[in-house]
């Protein structure tokens, strides 16, 4: 034990020492959380949390216009402007703020549109029951146009969205005034004023609910994404000064000099070790205030930590531990610089990539889901979201602690080998 | 040889991976207690192999090697407590201080921790580095990182010291400091096993030593009696260069 905690003690005061060196590991990786975390907020806030700015030229101004004006100002879907009148210099304009990139959407609704709908429901009453209506109209086929233009840089499935909606907007005002034309017709037949009236909302409606794994309430955002999946990279990050930390000490002869005294190697290494799972849960604590406190500020959401602190600390050592490990491993494969910083900062990429660190695991194809299983990123990662949208316990994180301890065993071993059997030193 | 034999390595072969020739050939050698013996040879004639053997930093492909009556196969930990080694290379952490690096190689010995900062206070005042105790070794001259690592293989006041080209490179005052104060260790009984170039030093400290050569001990002896015995040379560096031979080794 006491030479273990010499061993911790030498650790200790060798990172003090390079202050440069521990700032570069605290401060990267807070700036790529941050930086990816709000690149990445576009990406799952989605377009039905973003408003689109549409600019509506209403000549109609009638029926038809204020209805759909008023329903699509109503949606959570567009941020309205409406541009009234009749002048042709009011269209250009529009259609200029939306080649701008002012507005997404421009809807042009021409003079006399809501009349057009309002001929083909007399048309339509008309040819059910002739004579009903007094009126020269007579085509049930006229129809209306609303013109839409688009900001060439929407994806076409953004505009089919857009299209539906409006669409739909349209038709409701259309049945809208037939239901009008019908019971206008059924007044002046019974010669009464009917109190019906056109239900406000449709008889059918839908009912939304994230169905996951993970249903404790907490919406899946580019936070909560994002502070878990930069945390991992980070404490992998960490392999690269263990690994630098193994072979400079190889090559100024420490180690051979620890050859020679009765300890054993593998309370050097857990030395490394415990010092190094100390960086990394500052790290991740640091990670986990700037998820808190400063993300908020720039717009993002606020970090959700879940209840459980103690199943928080738990994978956050586990997951130290594994990266320790796995940085002691490349320490003692790698017998130079170069050949550590390029293996550990293409393998973290790696284990990134796959682990979910980048893309959710969830919106991966499926055969890159099952090659993510095995990524010890992923199994981080996950027991980062069971604790923070689950509020998971200690016993709940244990599946992803156990892989995480025994990849960081299997490390730590596979290093004692390389000592014992490899040309490394 | 009246005192009792320390080192004794019998038979002892080292090929190393990817080698044909062996780097040590079937070599015997018994060291007594309180000897200062002398590896001396060319570059590649096998003193740094059979020294890192005998500390444990290599395995041999063949032989024996009993130090203290411990076989170095069975008995290493015990071996190590009772050996100090100090490499050619200044095998210290130079971020840490004289003290710091000294305090960890001596916990790590298992040395108490009140009798080993009075242990190095006083080897530091010995080598004249006691001011500098709370230095960092990247502030000190080559002569004073040399003299710290040979502090370090003897915080543990090992009864077997191991020293490989201890004053390479370093300058005239360190290498007499260095060659005074490895004469007082000696005197305290402490055997010491010393590889060398400086055949001027090997002359004024081994009480006997061995000249290898392609892995083998071509003489052996002291160094009066080694002069004596190549009558047609009148110093050790002559003996050398008349059982080496003249040839560039390297």
Redesign the interface.
């Known amino acids: 034990m006491?030479?273990l905690l010499?061993?911790i003690?030498?650790e200790g005061?060798?990172l003090i020492?390079?202050i440069e060196g521990v700032v570069i590991m605290f401060v990267m990786p807070l700036i790529l959380v941050i930086v990816v975390a709000l690149l990445q907020q576009k990406a799952f806030t989605g377009i039905s949390e973003d408003k689109i700015p549409v600019v509506i030229v209403d000549f109609d101004n009638d029926a038809l216009s204020s209805s759909l004006i008023e329903g699509i100002a109503g949606s959570d879907m567009f941020a309205v402007t409406t541009v009234q009148g009749s002048d042709s210099l009011m269209l250009d304009n529009a259609k200029r703020n939306v080649a701008d990139g002012v507005f997404q959407i421009g809807i042009y609704i021409p003079q006399n549109t809501t009349n057009i709908i309002k001929s083909r429901a007399v048309s339509m009453v008309q040819q059910q029951i002739p004579g009903a209506i007094q009126s020269n109209v007579n085509d049930i086929n006229i129809q209306g146009k609303i013109h839409l233009f688009f900001d060439p840089v929407i994806k076409q499935s953004f505009r089919g969205i857009a299209k539906s909606t409006l669409m739909q907007f349209a038709s409701s005002v259309e049945t809208r005034i037939i239901f009008d034309a019908y019971s206008k017709f059924i007044d002046a037949l019974t010669n009464q004023t009917s109190e019906l009236e056109f239900p406000e909302k449709p008889a059918i409606e839908f009912s939304e609910e994230l169905v996951s794994e993970f249903t404790a309430g907490i919406v899946p955002n580019a936070v909560q994404h994002n502070v878990p999946a930069w945390i991992l990279f980070g404490m992998f990050l960490i392999c690269i000064p263990i690994a630098g930390n193994i072979i400079k000490e190889r090559g100024?002869?420490?180690l051979?000099?620890?050859?020679?005294?009765?300890?054993n190697y593998l309370q050097i290494m857990i030395g490394k070790v415990v010092v190094f799972v100390g960086i990394c849960l500052i790290q991740a604590l640091l990670m986990i205030l700037v998820g808190i406190f400063i993300m908020p500020l720039l717009g993002l959401p606020q970090l959700q930590v879940g209840g459980n602190i103690m199943a928080l600390l738990i994978v956050s050592v586990a997951s130290g531990f594994a990266a320790s490990g796995f940085g002691i491993l490349i320490g003692s494969m790698a017998t130079t610089h170069i050949q550590a910083s390029a293996f550990g900062a293409v393998s973290t990429v790696i284990f990134a990539a796959i682990g979910g660190a980048w893309i959710p695991v969830i919106i991966m194809p499926a055969v890159m889901q099952k090659i993510s299983a095995i990524s010890p990123m992923n199994w981080g990662i996950h027991g980062y979201y069971e604790v923070f949208l689950r509020s998971a316990n200690a016993l709940e994180v244990l599946p992803d602690v156990s892989k995480l301890m025994v990849f960081a065993t299997v490390c730590i071993t596979g290093s004692l080998f390389f000592r014992k059997y490899g040309?490394s030193l | 040889m009246n005192k009792p034999v320390v080192v004794d390595i019998q038979n002892l072969t080292k090929i190393y991976a990817g080698r044909h020739e062996a780097a040590v050939k079937n070599l015997d050698l018994q060291i007594c207690e309180g000897e200062f013996y002398g590896l001396l040879g060319p570059n590649g004639a096998g003193k740094t192999t059979t020294i890192s053997v005998i500390s444990s930093l290599l395995k041999p492909s063949n032989g024996n090697i009993v130090i203290h009556g411990y076989n170095l196969n069975d008995n290493l930990n015990k071996i190590k407590q009772l050996i100090g080694v100090v490499s050619q290379e200044i095998a210290l952490y130079n971020k840490m201080t004289a003290f710091e690096n000294l305090y960890y190689f001596g916990r790590l010995y298992g040395i108490d921790k009140g009798y080993l900062k009075k242990r190095i206070d006083f080897l530091l005042d010995r080598l004249g580095l006691l001011k500098y105790k709370n230095d960092k070794i990247l502030s000190f001259s080559g002569g004073m990182k040399r003299r710290i690592n040979l502090l370090a293989g003897l915080l543990h006041e090992p009864s077997i010291l191991i020293l490989d080209e201890p004053v390479v490179g370093v300058d005239v005052h360190s290498r007499n400091v260095i060659r005074e104060f490895l004469k007082e260790v000696n005197a305290d009984n402490t055997t010491i096993i010393y590889t060398s170039h400086i055949m001027e030093d090997a002359e004024k400290l081994c009480s006997r030593l061995s000249i290898l050569d392609y892995g083998e001990i071509v003489e052996q002896g002291s160094p009066h009696a080694l002069i004596t015995k190549h009558s047609d040379c009148s110093s050790l560096e002559e003996v050398f260069l008349k059982l080496t031979g003249q040839n560039l080794r390297d």
């Open positions: 006491n030479k010499t061993s003690y030498k005061i060798l020492r390079d100024d002869g420490c051979a000099r620890l050859k020679t005294i009765p300890v040309k």
